[in-house]
């Protein structure tokens, strides 16, 4: 899934920036990022002599256990009482491995990154918070299964709000992912490569397998909330996709904003945007 959606991505920035994209090896160029993939594990690992190599080893395999292990309570999967919580508590605890990451590094444009990025993740997590509150807060119900379940009966709240809650929730996704424009965790004009750049081979890959699984995770979320009523796999299928391919748009076409203007819009417009939303929405219910 991975290794389509790197070739995808590459594509589509190729037609949006008028080139080719990956098209000499193999048909149409399939095999590219297979080759890349190659190549990179055959890169040398390197390990900087310092009293922290173990949170700079670890970091990485707290990075794809915690993307991996987010897909047991993804929706209509997980049994588990409580799965909403879970995967907010999931996602929070990603910020500890950009920590890790950079304070192991013993590089000093590695732990500047690891700082920023922890102020951003603590921004944006606040509001992802209280935006899933909002969708607690309708179907009263701390399940992934109560929220569908509650959308897919016709109750008239969720769908008032719909369309601004897919357009504050698209925007949220972005921040969560480190996508366009909000990638401020690997910016690698202003620091070098972000949190991981001393990571090479191993390290490397854990870190982009972890994100593009993080894409694909969130990609299904959306589609189960916002359009319950996919329940094939081909209609399931192609609305993830569609979220897929929506994303990889935005990074061609959106500009990067400046670390300080993403504070700003996530304390300064997403929080108050959405506690007004989750007042009218609880007045609402009060009504009828």
């Not at 399939?30 to 690992?45: H, N, R």
């Not at 944006?124 to 969708?135: A, H, N, P």
Request: aromatic share 22%; net charge neutral.
């Amino acid at each position: 899934m991975v290794a389509f959606l790197v070739l995808l991505e590459r594509k589509i920035l190729g037609l949006l920036q008028l080139r080719k994209g990956p098209n000499i090896v193999g048909f149409y160029g399939l095999v590219q990022t297979v080759a890349d993939g190659i190549k990179l594990v055959m890169k040398e690992i390197l390990f900087t002599k310092n009293k922290r190599v173990l949170f700079f080893f670890f970091a990485p395999v707290f990075s794809i256990v915690l993307s991996l292990s987010i897909w047991e309570f993804l929706p209509r999967v997980s049994v588990i009482s409580g799965n909403v919580l879970l995967v907010l508590i999931l996602s929070s605890i990603s910020v500890f491995v950009i920590i890790g990451a950079s304070w192991g590094s013993d590089n000093v444009y590695a732990l500047i990154r690891g700082v920023r990025a922890t102020a951003q993740m603590c921004s944006y997590e606040v509001v992802i918070f209280l935006f899933m509150g909002v969708f607690l807060f309708i179907s009263v119900c701390l399940d992934w299964e109560g929220v569908i379940l509650f959308q897919s009966y016709g109750y008239c709240y969720f769908w008032l709000f719909g369309f601004f809650f897919f357009f504050v929730w698209l925007r949220i996704i972005l921040a969560e992912l480190n996508r366009t424009p909000f990638d401020l965790v690997e910016r690698e004009s202003e620091l070098v490569g972000g949190f991981n750049v001393e990571y090479a081979s191993f390290g490397f890959t854990l870190f982009f397998l972890a994100e593009y699984i993080n894409i694909w995770f969130m990609s299904f979320l959306t589609c189960f909330l916002f359009f319950p009523f996919m329940d094939s796999i081909f209609h399931i299928s192609l609305g993830v996709f569609c979220v897929v391919v929506l994303n990889l748009f935005l990074r061609g076409l959106l500009p990067r904003f400046k670390f300080f203007d993403l504070i700003f819009l996530t304390w300064g417009v997403f929080l108050p945007v959405v506690l007004f939303v989750l007042l009218v929405v609880g007045f609402i219910l009060f009504l009828f």
